[in-house]
């Protein structure tokens, strides 16, 4: 069976006749726990549940090759923070890309660093982490980066990293293990904010790590435990039915964020066009070798903060909020959150499922008036 279609169809039942086609949420604290505990799956709401495992195996029948398992939390960044969590010890080197995820630089920053981990780092763009690994315990690769759109070679990374006895974790948001299959590409961890493309609806907050060791699985189940870093039973269902349209949404989106930037390279009021389904992209030729869908998100130049503001105050497809991946097209001026190191003009867009047409008029629209 291809993909798309195991996709499509993880959240059936199994065909027994009476029963529900999908499985609803399971609203629980504690189990039937008569006697001694053992063996019994599940006793605790705070350590397991039978909405999370249905999730765990559907999303791990998507990363594919190279998953032992999957652990959801309540979060990307709770995800995130578990690796480091169950990987890292004081003294030992961490290899961060310079353009990593805010979040994920902030956790560093202001925790493990002060608790003793030594961070080094490199560029993602020319894969400058391949020559960073050397005494690392983990190398922390993201691509493409977000939101400078940079590429790197994921399986050249791994390859390097294993030679020099570290672990790889990617963080995979960006692409879904859809778009990128990083465990096959030889990656330890795929860390993915399901918040984003992953689930698409812009109604839940949750996360999830793949493990290439079912050791490292158990080790991340007891940090989920031992730091409560749960996702709710009505959040696990949503991303349950959200996941089926993964396909869809990624087919669509990723056609529209094209589309998109092939449209704002011809406009002579944007200066820069940052898309790695680009062939001018720096990254291109990684990127088409790695990636199987470009993804919905695209970043451009325009001059300044003033033209980048009036941009998004007329566009009317394009609605102003963070976050991406999303059914919706949305967009913001990233240089607003003073947290990135971008062009005061740069605009983050996510390409939605619209109509790709009424798309780039309403974009052709704002961009000239934003011009004026
Ligand atoms: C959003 C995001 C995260 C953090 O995920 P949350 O679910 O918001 O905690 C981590 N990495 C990347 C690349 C992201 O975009």
């Not at 010890?89 to 995820?101: F, I, Q």
């Not at 690769?141 to 006895?165: F, K, Q, W």
């Not at 790695?276 to 030729?285: I, K, N, S, V």
Request: charged share 20%.
């Amino acid at each position: 069976m291809r993909e798309a279609t195991r996709v499509v169809r993880s959240g059936l039942t199994a065909a027994v006749a009476g029963e529900a086609m999908q499985l609803g949420p399971v609203f629980a604290g504690p189990f039937h726990t008569p006697g001694h505990p053992a063996g019994v799956r599940y006793t605790y709401g705070g350590s397991g549940n039978p909405t999370w495992t249905a999730l765990e195996e559907a999303i791990a029948a998507i990363e594919g090759a190279g998953c032992a398992g999957v652990r959801v939390f309540g979060s990307g960044t709770a995800a995130t923070a578990a690796v480091f969590g169950a990987v890292l010890r004081p003294g030992d080197v961490l290899v961060l890309p310079e353009e990593a995820y805010f979040g994920t630089r902030r956790v560093v920053e202001e925790y493990f660093g002060p608790m003793g981990v030594r961070v080094r780092t490199a560029a993602t763009r020319g894969s400058a982490q391949a020559e960073a690994v050397e005494g690392a315990k983990l190398v922390w690769v993201e691509t493409p980066s977000n939101p400078g759109m940079e590429v790197c070679d994921v399986a050249l990374i791994c390859e390097r990293a294993h030679a020099a006895g570290a672990l790889v974790a990617v963080d995979n948001t960006m692409a879904t293990p859809m778009g990128q299959k990083v465990m096959e590409m030889g990656a330890d961890f795929a860390v993915v904010s399901d918040a984003k493309l992953m689930l698409g609806h812009g109604d839940v907050v949750l996360g999830h790590v793949a493990a290439r060791d079912v050791e490292w699985l158990d080790v991340l189940t007891a940090w989920r435990n031992r730091t409560g870093a749960v996702v709710g039973p009505m959040e696990a269902w949503l991303a349950l039915r959200s996941l089926p349209t993964l396909p869809l949404r990624m087919e669509r989106s990723s056609a529209n964020a094209m589309r998109i930037a092939e449209f704002l390279l011809d406009r002579t009021e944007v200066e820069r066009v940052l898309y790695p389904g680009l062939p001018g992209h720096p990254g291109y030729e990684i990127a088409a070798r790695q990636m199987r869908w470009f993804g919905p998100l695209l970043s451009f130049v325009l001059r300044d903060r003033g033209m980048a503001e009036r941009f998004l105050a007329t566009a009317a497809l394009v609605t102003e909020a963070t976050s991406f991946g999303g059914v919706t097209t949305t967009a913001e001026r990233r240089g607003r959150w003073g947290l990135d190191a971008v062009p005061e003009g740069l605009i983050r867009l996510s390409a939605g499922c619209e109509d790709a047409d009424d798309l780039i008029e309403d974009i052709g629209r704002a961009l000239a008036v934003a011009a004026r």
